[in-house]
């Protein structure tokens, strides 16, 4: 059939619009399996990453693990060669790291802790030291005493002063060094007798130029080598020897010295040599000693009477000393 040729127009244009429609539907359709691959791709990389996050998720406990392991065998293999002394501190640490949460997890109550620290206080409390008259017990009726922490400025004076209302002080001994001669701080007080240095421990405590001292019947070195101080039964003498010149004298006192046997003495006669036993090896002294008079005959008798009292807080032992057998001569 023909056309019209009106209707040419009309025809093209209609084949024009659908040819248009045409494209666009297949741009449309490019366009939307163009847009499905990238879609592919992106869920596909998705995927990927999601499985190699949980690969390194589950890899990661592992990996901590093995750096936990080894750190904990490299500690084992440090505290194998560490000293005692190292894992002490490293012991003590961990108890006071653990007594801290202890105490943070459980607080104790306040009051409870104020209690305690009002009982340790108590504790601490230093008792007045007793005053003169607070005497002692002295069972072994000692006369000499041993005073400690003393001032380095005192003197025999200033000491005196300070026990003045015990008693007589009859003898003071200050120890000092061997070496370099310097005052220790301590010394052998003797008083005149056995209640007067009950009454000086008694006063153990005081305050003597600015320091407590420390007072306490005279034991130890002083006690010691020839027995022990205090009354006990005299040991009778022997008879006196033929030709006997010297008198032996034992358990003395180790501070004493030739001015205090001298004056012991000094009723019998005059003293005219002592020779103090030492030992040969150290030198100390013995304790004992040999006497001579200037008038032996006389002298002995007065002396061997005075065998079992006291001197300086110890009970004397004398004795007659034999005479010597001359030496034989040698040609």
Same mark, same amino acid.
């Given at each position: !059939?023909? &056309?019209?040729? !009106?209707?040419?127009?009309? $025809?093209?244009?209609? /084949?024009?619009? !659908? ?45 901590? *693990?093995?750096?936990?392991?080894? *750190? ?24 006071? +790291? ?41 069972? &072994? ?8 922490? !003393? ?24 120890? +000092?060094?061997?070496? &370099?001669?310097?005052?220790?701080? %301590?010394?052998?007080?003797? =008083? @005149? ?19 407590? $001292? ?29 030709? %006997? ?10 501070? $004493?010295?030739?001015? @205090?046997? /001298?004056?012991? =003495?000094?009723? %019998? ?16 002294? *013995?304790? %004992? ?43």
């Amino acid at each position: !059939l023909k &056309t019209p040729s !009106l209707l040419h127009p009309l $025809i093209k244009m209609a /084949k024009d619009e !659908l040819k248009k429609e045409k494209k666009s539907k297949k741009r449309k359709s490019e366009a939307g399996e163009a847009e499905t691959a990238e879609e592919k791709a992106a869920r596909k990389a998705a995927k990927k990453a999601k499985k190699a996050a949980a690969a390194a998720a589950e890899a990661e406990p592992e990996v901590k *693990k093995e750096k936990k392991s080894k *750190k904990a065998k490299k500690e084992a293999a440090e505290d194998e060669d560490e000293s005692p002394k190292k894992k002490s501190k490293k012991e003590k640490k961990a108890k006071k +790291e653990k007594v801290a949460e202890e105490e943070a997890e459980d607080p104790a109550p306040v009051a409870a802790e104020s209690s305690e620290e009002e009982e340790e206080e108590e504790k601490m409390v230093i008792k007045s030291a007793p005053k003169p008259g607070d005497a002692a017990a002295n069972p &072994t009726g000692t006369t000499e005493v041993f005073m400690g922490n !003393l001032s380095f400025n005192i003197d025999d004076d200033s000491l005196k002063e300070a026990f003045k209302e015990v008693g007589e002080i009859t003898n003071i001994k200050w120890l +000092e060094d061997r070496d &370099t001669g310097k005052f220790k701080g %301590c010394g052998f007080i003797s =008083f @005149a007798d056995a209640d007067m240095a009950a009454k000086a421990v008694g006063m153990s405590g005081t305050e003597v130029l600015g320091r407590e $001292i420390k007072v306490d019947f005279a034991k130890g070195k002083s006690n010691a080598g020839g027995g022990a101080g205090g009354n006990r039964e005299v040991r009778p003498m022997q008879a006196k020897p033929e030709g %006997c010149t010297t008198m032996f004298a034992g358990n003395l006192n180790f501070n $004493i010295d030739d001015d @205090a046997m /001298k004056e012991f =003495f000094k009723g %019998c006669g005059e003293v005219s040599s002592i020779r103090w036993l030492t030992d040969r090896d150290s030198g100390d002294f *013995k304790g %004992c000693g040999f006497i001579e008079f200037s008038d032996p005959e006389s002298a002995l008798d007065k002396a061997a009477a005075l065998n079992g009292s006291e001197l300086m807080g110890r009970q004397i032992r004398l004795d007659f000393a034999a005479p010597r057998a001359p030496r034989e001569k040698s040609w």
